[in-house]
């Protein structure tokens, strides 16, 4: 899945090599913002960082292009994208049909700070969930942060995404440790509401 998704504050274009320069400098402004998330520290690890992006087969990762400044102010990805399989016996009422998924997730997302709490985030938000839910038709996008994150789990709730529960002793945390990890989803028939909320936020 290869795309690019566009609105009148943000282009969210297929992360590429060709931004390495773009995103370290938008990383570097990061600082304490990023505490609770796994960011690159050196320009060597966002190298790998954008190359294990590319190598992998079930995500779809973008460069969020700030468009007035038409500058790189962070990254996002689609992520998990699944594919139901069901149980014998069971009919798969999508069978056959290759254009569209069940559940996918929206994480590694970060902003450089200028761009954080700003119609940017909002409109890149709109635009993946629409892709998400009104093109590949999903049941289900996930949204996860540290549970810690109080930043991020506020920002996950304003877009309509209800909070499910937390994971104890996840994953690996950005802190060195192991992470709890809050989980968070919008449903197929909760996106009408979310959308609308997401569309006032932006006017």
């Known amino acids: 899945m290869t795309l690019l998704l566009e609105g009148r504050h943000v282009r969210l274009e297929p992360l590429a090599l060709s931004h390495l320069d773009a995103l370290w400098e938008a990383a570097s402004e990061g600082g304490d913002t990023f505490r609770w998330q796994a ?3 050196t320009r060597e690890q966002l190298r790998e960082y954008v190359d294990r992006a590319l190598l992998a087969r079930d995500q779809q ?8 400044a ?22 798969n ?28 985030n909002t409109e890149a938000k709109l635009l993946m969930l629409t892709h998400a839910f009104e093109t590949l038709r999903a049941r289900r996008v996930q949204l996860k942060t540290d549970a810690r994150n109080d930043v991020s789990r506020n920002a996950i709730a304003r877009i309509g995404a209800q909070f499910e529960g ?13 992470r709890d990890t809050a989980f968070f989803a919008i449903l197929a028939a909760e996106w009408p509401l ?10």
């Open 70 to 91: 038409n500058r790189v102010v962070g990254s996002t990805r689609f992520l998990d994208i699944q594919r139901w399989t069901w149980p014998i016996g069971l009919s």
């Open 194 to 203: 979310a959308k609308t909320q997401l569309a006032a936020r932006l006017r």
């Open 61 to 68: 990762a973008f460069a969020t292009v700030d468009r007035a």
């Open 39 to 41: 960011m690159p520290k």
């Open 166 to 178: 937390v994971l104890r002793s996840h994953s690996p945390g950005a802190d060195g440790g192991v």
């Open 93 to 120: 009422p999508r069978a056959g049909d290759a254009s569209v998924i069940d559940a996918l997730e929206i994480g590694f997302t970060w902003l450089a700070p200028r761009a954080q709490r700003t119609a940017i």
